[in-house]
């Protein structure tokens, strides 16, 4: 949810090098963006509505000479995306960008009203920039006025800030959203993450909450909210401009869909070298919580599975921004397990706190390294994805689903349940030559995709394991064709929802899961009397069923292990939902109204 970033140089390029370093950070918010930079004549101020390069073109007429900016990219919170409410924000002798959502706003607009203080925009961040600007009015010490506001101030936030006296300089502090400096020798940075600056450096330091720091193009000075001088570590980032690229590919999901058989093969290798927690001990847990949103919840949904099926531990499955408010029943023997790719999603880390809290142990499955999530956990397990860009996740997905595979048979190798491990091995270390196979369908997908994306509803049905990845898949094409769909259990779609199957109705239908196989074709055949069009996923080892009394296409994939099969069947949705949002000519990276890091409840 928003991205920021702030540069201060010896040079005079901040304006190119902050603009550059937001296209990377565009991932967190794309309805408006806007910068603030130092001249000789004072700070310049532009904002565009839309995406960074409406901002560019407006620059580009400009003289953008200068040493200091800071930049913004919004997802909307207070206040509809225009220009108006874009960032910066300037009030008094202060400008500042700003990702978080401040909860008081309300209050604080009040009290400033009162003292005289007018707001243009709607947004809380006006707010906060004008409750810094009135401390800094009765405490001239800039660094004490940010401390004093950032009392007063209730939510999350980063902000970069710049003094109107100061315009090389830059203040900047977190609380519940992340930010890093970043060290060059030309200049220095405060950024959102790391994506932004890795062109420049891979030297960066986390700033903790309660800490502020003053930057400017040759010195960084960190201070806790006394004021104290204190020394900060700085570390290198592993990930490197390069992976930051589409590589040929002409989306970053393309790209991140076909990087899939080396990340999910890099987890089972990594599992049977040397696996890493093996010291969360299983047997200590009578039952285990997992909390996650959106597609992480999906991959949990299968991580449920695999260690209540396998390792016989009960599972409860909830979404954070319930579990959060939620009567959770907590008790010294409950593991809670969250899942976050980005390790910064706001609820899930309310939950992990909550708990924490409350005794319990807290696993976490995350991919951004150095994240919130990942750093506040008891025991992090990264999944190592990468950067993962397109806002629809593809490998973080498949990457929890490994993981929870190898938990769960960590799980059941310490109780005593696996009976032949080499047998699991060897299948588990085949799997990138099954999802190779699995993403080299390339021309099913796109005859599927044909069929369906001029449609306006669309059902997704399966049972057991194969419900949970018709949410995965479900949403995946939602999120990035526009397409109405719905997942639901297929033996529930008869207690009311198949009363909305229409002659052409499309329904993907997958089973894979042989339990529950001649189950899930009946209720197929159920919706098939009905009129749908229905689109048949199944394995190989079914291949000589009778499709054709059923399905109007159907999707053969390899036939896998329960620890496996939901990559393969969800790697073939995600491109169905590629092909249909390309057809659809949909901004497949940058889906409407969404963002990659939800950073906000
Ligand atoms: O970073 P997280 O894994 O915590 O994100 C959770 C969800 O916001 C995320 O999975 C979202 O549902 C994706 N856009 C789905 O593609």
Redesign the pocket.
Known sequence: MCGIIGYTTKKNNSVEVALAGLKNLEYRGYDSSGIAFSTPDGLKMVKAKGKISNLEEKLKSMDTTSSCAIAHTRWATHGEPNETNAHPHKVGKITLVHNGIIENYATLKKELIKKGYTFASETDTEVATAYIDYCFSLEKNKLQAIVNACKAIRGSYAFDIIFEDEPNTIYATRKDSPLIVGYSNEGNFAASDISAILAYTNKYTLIQEGEYARITSSVVTFYNENLQEISKEIKTATWDAAQYQKNGYDHFMLKEIYEQPKVVQDIFERYFDDCTYSDIDFTKFDKIHIV?????MHAALIGKYLLQTYAKIPVTTEIASEYRYSESLITPTTLLIV???????AD?LAALRLAKEQGAFVVGIVNAVGSTIAREVNKCIYTYAGPEIA???TK??TSQVAIFSTLALNAMKQKGLIEDENAIKDELLSIKDKLDYTLSLRDTYLDIAKDIYNHNDLFFIGRGIDSAICMEGS??LK?ISYMHSESYSAGELKHGTISLIEQGTPVIAIATNDNLFEKTVSNIKETKARGSYTIFVTTDDHKDCHFEEFADKTIILPKTSDFTQAILDVASLQLVAYETAKLRDCDIDKPRN?A???TVE
């Open positions: 996650a949103c959106g597609s992480a899942v976050s790719q980005s390790g910064e999603t899930t806002v629809a996740t973080g997905y949403l995946k999120e969404l990659k890091s939800v």
